[in-house]
């Protein structure tokens, strides 16, 4: 079955840097389109950052604009994300979800991965 695993969460001062990993099994990893969501406390979950099935178009939220990288490494079934500049209202589980490339939304999903940025 379709698993996927994230690591590379903790707990930063604001202003340093993380980079989260989700590492993805039991799929052909490159007939996802691939993202990362975040859910704050209190908060609805949002999607940060989306990747194409061959890396070559990402989308991001304003709010991480010019922070934050999404990559992918379809030979490592992996996909990366590369977060600057962290500030507090970063703080949130982290997750990542796999979308199979005709369906509407996405289906498959991590366990999360926890990422707090103190001021």
């Known amino acids: 079955q379709v ?3 994230e690591s590379g969460g ?7 840097s993380l980079r989260l ?4 099994s039991g799929m052909i990893f490159s007939n996802f389109i691939m993202g990362w969501f ?3 406390p209190g908060k ?3 999607i940060v950052a989306s990747i194409a099935r061959t890396g070559d178009i990402t989308h991001y939220a304003d709010s991480v604009k010019g922070r934050f990288t999404i990559s ?3 030979a490592k079934n992996t996909i990366y994300l590369q ?3 962290l500030q507090p209202e970063d703080t949130a589980v982290y997750y990542c979800a796999a ?4 369906d509407p939304e996405y289906n498959y999903w991590g366990q999360g991965t926890q990422v707090t940025a103190s001021s």
């Open 99 to 102: 979308k199979f490339r005709f």
């Open 72 to 74: 992918r490494d379809n």
């Open 44 to 46: 609805e979950r949002e």
């Open 10 to 16: 903790g707990w930063v001062q604001a202003g340093d």
């Open 38 to 40: 975040r859910q704050a």
């Open 83 to 85: 977060m600057n500049s």
């Open 21 to 24: 990993s989700c590492a993805a």
């Open 3 to 5: 698993q996927l695993v």
